[in-house]
């Protein structure tokens, strides 16, 4: 169980985002890690892509199967954690650290719909409340 | 939903669970991964007691068995199994199966868990002209211990000498029912009996360390070992020699009639489809349902997994019977290259493509 850091914002499909600036960087939670089982491949974007919030991003698949992560907010992706490429099984070892999928620069006016996200707390008793 | 008797055992253990067909069955008790390496590599035990025995009793059990299977028990001696498929009038396949031979008016079938009714009706429908009795052991579980050090491990927890019991034969000492079959590809021993007593054998095994090991990597194994899973890889619309079974549809003996021979020998002959196995030359992960391309001809996935032995994406494909070499998979509209090989994969430790 990895403890959940308290500056993330997070959605109910279960992606994490992290503010830093203009920017976002994208993971999913530690739950979602744990409901896919080992992850042995990812599929990022491409940097320079540009997506509106809901669009399917990337792909986490694991032994069992294949999800979509879905970009939180609309913006231009401008960095991907390439590392994920040889090593995808830090997604379930490092969620919201290592195991991170992809940066988007966002307007100040897209990263305003980051307020209707859970925070941390909120997540964890809305999965509570789901178990 | 249904439990095994060894739910709780499970649950201490850590088990994430998943429904299958029913019955809440352990996935995975921590990694899918460790698990699948640890049956390669060292052994495992498994709980597969969802899966239903059937034992067949009477003076003409064998000349049912020889009527319903399409693989022929006749050939079979005391003390032996044999791995079939039963089919439908028209050769499309209800379930494939393990039958143990006793004697010839004494049989244990082994099938799987989600085909339960059809296999039950199927049975009771043709067994009402013979002179046999068909009775379903739900009282009875099943472990499977697998890996290469499993014929040493049980020797010495269960104190028994298993050199006289070969491959897809089997022994019975005291109350429980010990064969060499699996469905890993490696060496291992599936063990029938009563509850109580395979309580005792699984809580030694894991007091002694032996991993518990979850239907994720009973899936991974078997996809490896080149194995068919019912309801995946075949179903009722598939005949056997589509589905790499040819082999267990015997006509030697043309005295024997069985159900759908007529039609069999037909589909034998204009059959147009095979299963492969297949290996990604890509990044990705091959899974059920995706599209196989060459030129104009399509074929499809049938299971498709990320291999953690081989550390490569694998998967069963059925395609037309003239497609060989390589093709193209269709995985999120991107084409990518797979090669076709024969199966299987992995057998006893050793990669064999």
Redesign the interface.
């Known amino acids: 169980m990895n403890e959940t850091p308290s500056d993330l914002k997070f959605l109910d499909t279960h992606e994490w985002i992290k503010i830093d600036d203009d920017a976002v960087i994208v993971g999913i939670s530690d739950h979602a890690q744990s409901e896919l089982?080992?992850v042995?491949?990812v599929?990022l974007p491409a940097i320079g892509d540009e997506f509106v919030s809901g669009d399917e991003a990337a792909?986490v698949?694991s032994?069992?199967?294949?999800s979509e992560v879905y970009t939180p907010l609309s913006g231009e992706v401008i960095e991907v954690n390439e590392v994920l490429?040889e090593n995808p099984e830090l997604v379930n070892t490092s969620p919201y650290e290592d195991g991170w999928f992809f940066k988007l620069k966002v307007t100040d006016e897209n990263l305003g719909s980051a307020d209707n996200m859970m925070t941390a707390d909120e997540y964890l008793s809305w999965l509570d409340g789901n178990n | 939903m249904n439990r095994t008797f060894l739910y709780g055992s499970h649950k201490i253990l850590g088990a994430?669970f998943v429904n299958f067909s029913g019955w809440e069955m352990p996935?995975?008790y921590g990694?899918?991964?460790n698990e699948h390496n640890c049956v390669r590599n060292d052994l495992g035990i498994f709980d597969v007691s969802h899966m239903n025995i059937f034992d067949f009793e009477g003076t003409e059990a064998q000349k049912f068995l020889r009527y319903v299977l399409t693989n022929d028990v006749g050939k079979v001696e005391n003390s032996c199994a044999l791995y079939s498929v039963i089919t439908n009038e028209k050769g499309g396949i209800i379930d494939d199966l393990i039958v143990y031979k006793f004697n010839n008016e004494n049989f244990r079938v082994v099938s799987n868990c989600s085909t339960f009714e059809n296999v039950k009706a199927f049975f009771e429908h043709n067994i009402k002209r013979f002179d046999c009795e068909l009775i379903h052991q739900s009282n009875l579980g099943i472990l499977a211990i697998q890996g290469p050090k499993s014929e040493t491990s049980i020797e010495s927890m269960l104190g028994l000498d298993l050199s006289g019991c070969k491959g897809f034969s089997f022994i019975v000492k005291n109350s429980l029912f010990i064969s060499r079959t699996g469905y890993t590809g490696e060496d291992g021993f599936e063990i029938i009996g009563e509850f109580e007593e395979l309580k005792k054998i699984w809580d030694l095994c894991i007091s002694k360390n032996i991993s518990p090991i979850g239907l994720?990597a009973r899936?991974?194994l078997r996809v490896e070992a080149g194995m068919n899973l019912n309801g995946t890889d075949m179903t009722i619309e598939n005949n056997p020699f589509e589905s790499n079974l040819g082999w267990v549809v015997d006509f030697n003996d043309i005295e024997r009639d069985f159900i759908a021979k007529k039609r069999l020998t037909e589909i034998k002959k204009t059959n147009q489809f095979k299963l492969v196995g297949v290996l990604l030359k890509e990044?990705?992960?091959l899974?059920g349902g995706q599209k196989i391309i060459k030129g104009n001809i399509e074929g499809e996935i049938t299971s498709g997994?990320?291999s953690?032995f081989m550390k490569k994406?694998i998967g069963l494909a059925r395609v037309p019977i003239d497609v060989d070499d390589s093709a193209d998979v269709l995985i999120?509209n991107k084409p990518l290259n797979v090669k076709i090989l024969s199966l299987p994969f992995v057998r006893k430790g050793k990669i064999m493509i």
Do not use: N, Y
């Open positions: 089982g080992d042995v491949f599929e792909v698949e032994v069992k199967a294949a490429e | 994430k996935i995975h990694s899918q991964i994720g899936d991974t990044k990705g992960i899974r997994t990320f953690p994406s999120r």
